[in-house]
C-alpha cells in the first residue's frame, strides 16, 4: 500500500464512512469520492440510497446498452433502480432531505471547521458553480458526513479553526473522515477519535488547523 | 380540455421578457422539442427559472447559447461554462436558489401561498435581503414564490384533459413547474383518450396543464 496514492486515499475514506452505516438507512450520496461509500456497505445490512433528481433505490451503473436516458443520478450518470424503488418530483425529494428522512449524508468539502461549519459551494472570482442540493442537504439530514482529503494540494490544512469560503450550511457537520483521521463534531468541540494506520496522533495534529480534542482511546483506521 | 397545439404555436406565444419555467434535471426530462423552437425563434431577454443550466448543447443550455437569457433563478450552473461565462462577462443575471428552496418557491406559487420558511441557507449567502423569521423558538428564512408567465414541461404520456404521467427520474421538477406557470405547456411522448390513464397513476392533474405539444415518433 502506498499512503499517497489517490485510489488508496479514497477507498480508506469510502470504507470507514461505510462502517457507520447502519441496517435500512436511508442515505443521500454526493457525486465524486461519496459515492464511493456504496461500495463498501458492511456485509448484512440493507442501506437504501436516494439521489436528489427523484429516486430512492438507486442500484448500480448500467451496462452502456442497459442505459435508460431517462434514468440518471445527480451528477447525470446512468443508473439502475433496484427493485422496490420508488421515483418522485424534486418537492418531494427535497422534502425527504430537509425534513430529516435521511439518515445520511455525504458530501465533499473545499473547507470545514472545528465548529461544524461547511464551505463547499463557491470560491469568489474563481469558481461559482452554484449549491445545486447541497444547502437543503447539509441542513436537513440526520447525520452530515464530510468526505474528503485532509490537506489541499499545496498541504494546507482542510479542516480550519474558521471557514473563509462562503458557508454551505452553519454548524451542521458531525463527522469528518479523511485520508488521516476521523474528526466527530460534539458540543464540547471537535474530537480526534481515530486516525488512519501508519500515522502518529501529531501527525494528525501537525496537518490540521482546527483545535482538537483528542479521545482517550483513540483507534485506528485501514482499508 | 387542454388544446394540442405545435411547438411552433407554442414558441410563437412566447414574447421577450416572458418569465419562463422549463423543468428537467442536466436536461432529462427537458422539454427539448419547445426548446429547439424558442431557438429557432429567436426570442430574446428571457426569464428562466430552471434547476440546473445544464450542458451547452442540451436543455437549457440551447437557450443559454443563443443568448436568449438575460436572468435566471438557478440551483446550479457548473456543468455549463457558457452560462458562467455570461455571468462573469455581466450578460447574464444569476440568482442562485438552494435547490430545495427553488421548488418550493415555484410550489407557492401555484399553491397559492405566500412565501415558505426553511432553514436551508440560515448563515448563508443565500440568506442575504431576506427576512428571517422566529416560529416556534427556531430561525427561518422567508422566501417568496416564484411566478412565471409560462411553464414548459416534459412528461412522458397525458390524456386530452391534460393530465400527465412521468418516465422514471425524467420526472423531476416537472410537476411543480406545471402548477406554477400563468400558461403551462406540456411536451409529450403520447396522447390517449380520455379515460385511458388510470386515475391512480395521475401524477399532474390536468387542471394544471393548457397546452400539450406532441413530440413526433
Not at chain 1, 436537513?140 to 479542516?159: L, P, Q, T, W, Y
Not at chain 1, 454548524?171 to 469528518?176: N, P
Not at chain 2, 403520447?190 to 401524477?203: A, H, K, Q, T
Request: with cysteine; proline share 4%; aromatic share 4%.
Amino acid at each position: 500500500m502506498d499512503r499517497n496514492d489517490k485510489n488508496y486515499k479514497r477507498a480508506l475514506i469510502a470504507n470507514r464512512i461505510a462502517q457507520e452505516l447502519h441496517d435500512e438507512d436511508f442515505v443521500n450520496l454526493g457525486i465524486g469520492l461519496p459515492t464511493l461509500v456504496a461500495n463498501y456497505i458492511p456485509a448484512g445490512i440493507t442501506v437504501h440510497f436516494q439521489s436528489e433528481n427523484g429516486i430512492m433505490g438507486v442500484g448500480s451503473a448500467p451496462t452502456p446498452e442497459n442505459q435508460d436516458e431517462d434514468l440518471i443520478n445527480a451528477g447525470g450518470g446512468h443508473i439502475t433502480a433496484l427493485p422496490g424503488a420508488c421515483y418522485f418530483d424534486s418537492a418531494t425529494s427535497f422534502a425527504i432531505i430537509r425534513g430529516g428522512h435521511l439518515n445520511m449524508t455525504v458530501l465533499g468539502a473545499l473547507q470545514v471547521d472545528g465548529k461544524g461549519n461547511l464551505a463547499n459551494w463557491m470560491i469568489p472570482g474563481k469558481m461559482v458553480p452554484g449549491m445545486g442540493g447541497a444547502m437543503d442537504l447539509v441542513t436537513g439530514a440526520k447525520n452530515v458526513v464530510v468526505a474528503m482529503e485532509h490537506c489541499d494540494k499545496h498541504g494546507n490544512s482542510k479542516i480550519l479553526k474558521d471557514c473563509t469560503l462562503p458557508l454551505t450550511a452553519k454548524g451542521k457537520v458531525t463527522l469528518i473522515v479523511t485520508d488521516m483521521a476521523l474528526i466527530r463534531i460534539t458540543e464540547k468541540g471537535a474530537v480526534l477519535e481515530e486516525i488512519a494506520a501508519g500515522l502518529t496522533v501529531e501527525e494528525v495534529l501537525e496537518h490540521t488547523e482546527a483545535d482538537l480534542i483528542v479521545a482517550d482511546n483513540i483507534k485506528e483506521f485501514d482499508v | 380540455m387542454a388544446k394540442v397545439i405545435t411547438s411552433k404555436q407554442a414558441a410563437e406565444m412566447i414574447k421577450p421578457n416572458d418569465r419562463l419555467m422549463i423543468g428537467g434535471f442536466l436536461a432529462v426530462g427537458a422539454p427539448e422539442l419547445l426548446i429547439d423552437e424558442l431557438v429557432k425563434a429567436n426570442v430574446k431577454d428571457l426569464h428562466a427559472i430552471v434547476i440546473a443550466s445544464d450542458y451547452e448543447n442540451r436543455g437549457i443550455g440551447k437557450l443559454v447559447a443563443n443568448k436568449q437569457l438575460k436572468s435566471a433563478q438557478v440551483s446550479h450552473l457548473g456543468t455549463n461554462r457558457e452560462i458562467q461565462a455570461q455571468m462573469n462577462a455581466g450578460e447574464i443575471k444569476i440568482e442562485l436558489v438552494p435547490q430545495g428552496t427553488l421548488m418550493e418557491r415555484v410550489r407557492a406559487a401555484g399553491a397559492g401561498l405566500g412565501g415558505i420558511l426553511t432553514q436551508t441557507g440560515l448563515g448563508t449567502l443565500a440568506q442575504e435581503g431576506k427576512p428571517v423569521i422566529e416560529a416556534d423558538g427556531k430561525l427561518y428564512i422567508l422566501e417568496k414564490p416564484i411566478q412565471a408567465d409560462f411553464a414548459l414541461v416534459r412528461a412522458f404520456k397525458a390524456d386530452k384533459l391534460g393530465n400527465l404521467i412521468y418516465n422514471k427520474t425524467a420526472r423531476n421538477s416537472n410537476p411543480i413547474m406545471a402548477m406554477a406557470g400563468n400558461i403551462t405547456i406540456a411536451e409529450v411522448d403520447e396522447i390517449v383518450e380520455v379515460g385511458e390513464l388510470n386515475p391512480e397513476e395521475v401524477v399532474t392533474p390536468g387542471v394544471f396543464v393548457d397546452y400539450l405539444v406532441k413530440r413526433e415518433a
